[in-house]
C-alpha cells in the first residue's frame, strides 16, 4: 500500500478532526514534487475531491469545505493532513488522500462519522 490514511472517528456535528495520510514505501525525493489530494466517499454516492496541495504547498478546497478544512504537507515525514474544524453530519465519509496527477490504488481510507 502507498498511501495509508489514518485520523478518523466518531464526532458530534462542531467538532473537530485530524486526518493523516502517510507514505511509508515513497522516498522524498519521489514524495515532494507530488500535487496530493484527498477525496471523501459518502455512502451511496460517488467518490468526490476535496482538497489539493501542490508541491510548493499551495492548497485548493470545495466550496464545501473552505474556510473549515486546512490541508497541509510535511514532506520530511512523507505526510499529507487534514485538519476539519466545524464538522457537519454531511461531512460524513470514507476519506481518502491520494496522488492528483498518478493516482494509486485506492486504500481502504479512514471514516469520519458526524453524529447531529
Keep these: 500500500v502507498q498511501l495509508q490514511a489514518s485520523g478518523g472517528g466518531l464526532v458530534q456535528a462542531g467538532g473537530s478532526l485530524r486526518l493523516t495520510c502517510k507514505a511509508p ?9 507530488k500535487h496530493m489530494a484527498w477525496y471523501r466517499q459518502a455512502p451511496g454516492q460517488q467518490r468526490e475531491w476535496v482538497a489539493t ?5 499551495a492548497a485548493t478546497y470545495v466550496d464545501s469545505v473552505r474556510g473549515r478544512f486546512t490541508i497541509s504537507r ?5 505526510k499529507v ?9 454531511e461531512d460524513t465519509a ?6 492528483v496527477s498518478s493516482p494509486y490504488p485506492w ?10
Design 94 to 99: 470514507v476519506y481518502y488522500c491520494n496522488d
Design 107 to 116: 486504500g481502504q481510507g479512514t471514516q469520519v462519522t458526524v453524529s447531529s
Design 53 to 57: 496541495i501542490t508541491d510548493n504547498k
Design 74 to 78: 510535511d514532506n520530511s515525514q512523507k
Design 25 to 33: 514505501r515513497m522516498i522524498f525525493s519521489v514524495f515532494a514534487p
Design 81 to 89: 493532513f487534514l485538519q476539519m474544524n466545524s464538522l457537519r453530519p
